[in-house]
């Protein structure tokens, strides 16, 4: 009796060590977060009133009731919900209302390819074009290089993405005719996409690289390094940018929403056949399995990514994982 | 040993003279030195100067132009800014518009009236039209042959028999200063009213988030413990997902897409920073001396979060609020540009812009002057914004 008590204890202990770790508590949350967004979605969509194949001239009765059976929308609501979590987990996502004859899973499937190409295509450019910006322009402080910098960027993130695309594509299709209005079908139509949808996030980079490297080139442990002998470009990239980085690597989780928002628009202006343009033209055509489909496929590729930027980040600074568990 | 002064080398002077009660510095309250050091940063300033202009041409401009924001005059729409004008009898002007539609104008470049069109010649490319009885051609040939492609021009205009291949004046648009869309308003007061729309948006919306956020991130911060953390849980939860997918949600929810809805819409969801925010402030006020004294007075707690903690907390809560605009601005347009905007007759600067995108090769000022002006009212906010952020940071405060 006292042994089975002892073991009890321990495999308690063990299992409130396993919730209390920050991985699992991390992992937990963001399951958490995805059900509860996938509900509230599916809650939102019914309830619109008249549901949803509503028009303005009035089906009859007969053909309403054929439709409600055809995508079980006769069915107890619970019912419904269940049968849309099950089909949630197991990737299967139910038909369109509109484009009849495609699951939604599959419209999500030919869209994806378009949008993470231009989307991984921007986080390269912010990272490869934004962090350096912003290291030059703080070590140039107050100079014309950083004023020049910090004027474009200011530009860039006040300019709204579809003016930068819809000026991209009058000046470089319309009056140069270098490149493509429209799709994706060569590698030079890739350039107006990509610039229109890294416009805020590079300028917000670069300004946030060079506040953070200036902050940190203060300290004193730069000038102990220096003092010491060590080369200018030793401090600056071994010392300086480890730390300066680090509030940059908290934005990414915001740089990826920016992203994948900012394709919304830049699917439109481009006509590209991405999954952004798949959600506004489900949104204009009140497709609503589209609709939730996209959303919650959204939120979960937005939910995760963030979950990987946390895991990567704790692993980078421990004071994360050990600290409590907020503030 | 000489002393180095003499008694007679000092004398009393009158006390008024006296100068050691003097204060050196005169002592500025809060928002005095806040704007003391604003004045100080031309960035801000110019932010303050833009969000002033930006808020007279939405709120007077309106009230100088000839033209409603619904008025079509169909005969004269896609007019561009520049019109060229033809002189093909005496005082008789006429122009041709990207459309090619004839217009009858004065010789300034106002436009008068439109001449009916007679025949359309499509495989000679010779239009004709009638001016009260006498027939007007207008040839395209010059851009159809290869040989009269050496003329450098578009087309010519043939009247009594004269060919008419230089245009007389080529003026601004006097009609419409700003051209005019698909269907004959004028850009420019379409330009006002969808700032004056857009502008409003922003406003009640960034209010609206002040209230909400205010009062939810205050009780968060006050009431502490568990009601606190369940609070902010909650919070973290909605803040999970991009805000502006709720958004779509909620207006694909709504269906009726008027400014109500787009306000009310913004305010309910764009609420979480501004609590957080002010819940961090309120969780460091509350546990001032001035809370304690306060407290221990027995005033009541709503009293010391109205009284002590917000206005304290006011600085930070108006940068978040200055800089709530330019985000309104930009999640209505986006909204507006993805169709989910406000709806016709009534148009935001989003609005415009999506109008416009379908013949952006053909007119693209017409996507151009929205998009500027958006540009420029959320350069103007950003800019007061960061200026009013950096007058009210502590850190930056010199002495």
């Known amino acids: ?327 | 040993m000489t002393m180095p002064f003499q008694p007679n080398d000092f004398q009393f002077i009158d006390p008024s003279q006296r100068v050691d009660n003097e204060q050196v510095r005169t002592s500025l309250t809060y928002w005095q030195d806040t704007w003391r050091r604003l004045k100080k940063n031309k960035m801000a300033l110019s932010g303050l100067i833009g969000v002033f202009l930006i808020v007279l041409f939405a709120v007077f401009g309106p009230l100088f132009t000839p033209y409603g924001y619904e008025e079509q005059q169909t005969d004269f729409a896609n007019t561009p800014l520049h019109v060229e004008v033809f002189e093909i009898a005496d005082d008789l002007y006429v122009y041709l518009t990207p459309q090619y539609r004839l217009l009858v104008v004065e010789e300034d470049g106002t436009f008068l009236y439109r001449l009916d069109q007679t025949s359309l010649d499509f495989a000679n490319k010779q239009f004709h039209f009638d001016y009260h009885g006498e027939d007007i051609m207008v040839d395209y040939t010059y851009k159809l042959y290869e040989d009269l492609a050496d003329e450098g021009i578009d087309y010519s205009i043939n009247f009594r028999g004269v060919e008419y291949k230089t245009p007389y004046d080529v003026t601004s648009n006097k009609t419409f200063v700003l051209g005019s869309d698909n269907v004959g308003r004028d850009i420019l007061t379409r330009t006002m009213y969808g700032a004056r729309i857009s502008l409003t948006v922003a406003v009640i919306a960034a209010i609206l988030v002040l209230l909400i956020g205010v009062t939810y991130g205050a009780v968060a911060g006050m009431a502490g413990g568990r009601v606190d953390e369940l609070m902010m849980r909650f919070v973290d939860i909605i803040d999970s997902i991009p805000l502006l997918l709720y958004v779509i949600l909620i207006m694909v929810l709504v269906e009726n897409t008027g400014l109500n809805t787009i306000i009310l819409t913004l305010g309910l969801v764009y609420w979480v920073g501004m609590a957080r925010l002010v819940r961090g402030q309120v969780l460091s006020l509350k546990e001032q001396e001035y809370v304690l004294a306060a407290r221990m007075l027995g005033v009541p707690q709503p009293l010391i979060i109205w009284r002590h903690l917000i206005p304290n907390a006011m600085g930070p809560i108006l940068v978040a609020m200055t800089m709530m605009i330019p985000t309104a601005v930009f999640t209505e347009s986006f909204l507006s540009f993805i169709g989910l905007g406000i709806s016709a007759p009534q148009a935001s600067l989003g609005t415009l812009a999506n109008d416009a995108l379908d013949a952006i090769l053909t007119y693209p000022f017409q996507l151009f002057i929205p998009s500027i002006t958006i540009a420029f009212m959320m350069l103007a906010f950003n800019f007061f914004g960061d200026g009013l952020r950096s007058a009210l940071d502590p850190r930056l405060r010199k002495g």
């Not at chain 1, 209390?20 to 969509?45: D, G, K």
């Not at chain 1, 910098?149 to 140069?176: D, E, H, K, Q, R």
């Not at chain 1, 439109?268 to 798949?278: C, L, S, W």
Request: charged share 15%.
């Open chain 1, 1 to 327: 009796m006292q042994k089975f008590k002892e073991t009890l204890l321990t495999s308690l202990k063990a299992v409130r060590a396993f919730f209390e770790n920050y991985y699992v508590r991390r992992v937990l949350s963001a399951l958490l977060t995805i059900i509860l967004i996938a509900t509230v979605t599916f809650l939102m969509m019914h309830a619109i009133p008249g549901g949803p194949f509503s028009r303005e001239r009035a089906l009859p009765e007969e053909i309403i009731e054929a439709l409600n059976r055809k995508y079980h929308l006769d069915d107890p609501l619970w019912k419904q919900y269940l049968d849309y979590m099950v089909g949630l987990f197991t990737f299967n996502l139910g038909p369109s209302f509109k484009r009849t004859g495609f699951d939604v899973e599959e419209l999500i499937a030919m869209g994806f390819p378009a949008t993470a190409k231009i989307g991984l295509m921007a986080i390269t450019l912010i990272v490869v074009i934004g962090i350096p910006i912003g290291i030059i322009s703080a070590l140039r402080q107050n100079r014309p290089a950083d004023y020049f910098v910090m004027f474009i960027a200011t530009l860039g993130v006040t300019i709204p993405s579809f003016v930068v695309a819809s000026v991209f594509i009058y000046v470089f299709a319309g009056l140069l005719n270098w490149v493509d209005a429209f799709g994706l079908n060569r590698p030079s139509s890739y350039i107006g996409p990509t610039l229109a949808l890294v416009g805020y996030s590079l300028a917000f980079v670069s300004r946030l690289t060079r506040s953070s490297m200036l902050e940190v080139l203060r300290q004193d442990y730069i000038r102990t390094a220096r003092a010491n002998g060590l080369s200018r470009f030793k401090v600056i990239y071994k010392h300086a940018l480890k730390n300066a980085l680090i509030p940059v690597v908290t934005y990414i989780g915001p740089m990826i929403a920016a992203i994948l928002t900012g394709s919304f628009v830049v699917e439109k202006v481009f006509t590209i056949p991405g999954i952004g343009k798949y959600f506004v033209q489900s949104v204009s055509d009140r497709d609503y399995t589209m609709i939730i489909g996209t959303t919650v496929f959204y939120a979960v590729l937005y939910v995760v990514m963030v979950l990987l930027v946390d895991v990567a980040y704790s692993l980078i600074d421990p004071r994360i994982r050990l600290g409590k568990k907020s503030e």
